[in-house]
Nanobody, 116 residues
Framework: VQLVESGGGLVQPGGSLRLSCVAS????????MSWYRQAPGKERELVAG????????NYAGSVKGRFTISRDNAKNMMYLQMNYLKPEDTAVYYC??????????WGQGTLVTVSS
C-alpha cells in the first residue's frame, strides 16, 4: 500500500491550493479515503472524508464551505481543493486510507503554509 501526496506549498491568506494523492497497491475504489492534517504543536485532525464511490462526503466544521474533497477511481487519485485559505490552515496534510480507528495507511504528508 502506498499513498503519495503532492501540491502543498506557501500561499497567502485568501489563496487556493489543490492537494493530490495517488494511491497504489490496493483496490482504491473499494475504500473510504480521508484527508487529515496536523498543525505544529497540535493533534492530528480529520479534514474531510469521502466514501468509496464518492457519494458520501463529510467535512470538519472549520473547513466546510472552503474545502472540497473529490476522487477519481479510474486514476486512483484523491484531491482536496482548498479555497479561502487562512493562517490556521497551516499544517502537514495527510492522505489516509480509511478514517479514525479504521485508518490503516498514511502518506508521508505535504506541508501547507498560509502566510503573508
Amino acid at each position: 500500500v502506498q499513498l503519495v501526496e503532492s501540491g502543498g506549498g506557501l500561499v497567502q491568506p485568501g489563496g487556493s491550493l489543490r492537494l493530490s494523492c495517488v494511491a497504489s497497491g490496493f483496490v482504491f475504489s473499494s475504500y473510504l479515503m480521508s484527508w487529515y492534517r496536523q498543525a505544529p504543536g497540535k493533534e492530528r485532525e480529520l479534514v474531510a472524508g469521502i466514501s468509496s464511490g464518492g457519494g458520501v462526503i463529510n467535512y470538519a466544521g472549520s473547513v466546510k464551505g472552503r474545502f472540497t474533497i473529490s476522487r477519481d477511481n479510474a486514476k486512483n487519485m484523491m484531491y482536496l481543493q482548498m479555497n479561502y485559505l487562512k493562517p490556521e490552515d497551516t499544517a502537514v496534510y495527510y492522505c489516509t486510507r480509511g478514517r479514525g480507528a479504521a485508518a490503516d495507511a498514511w502518506g508521508q504528508g505535504t506541508l501547507v503554509t498560509v502566510s503573508s
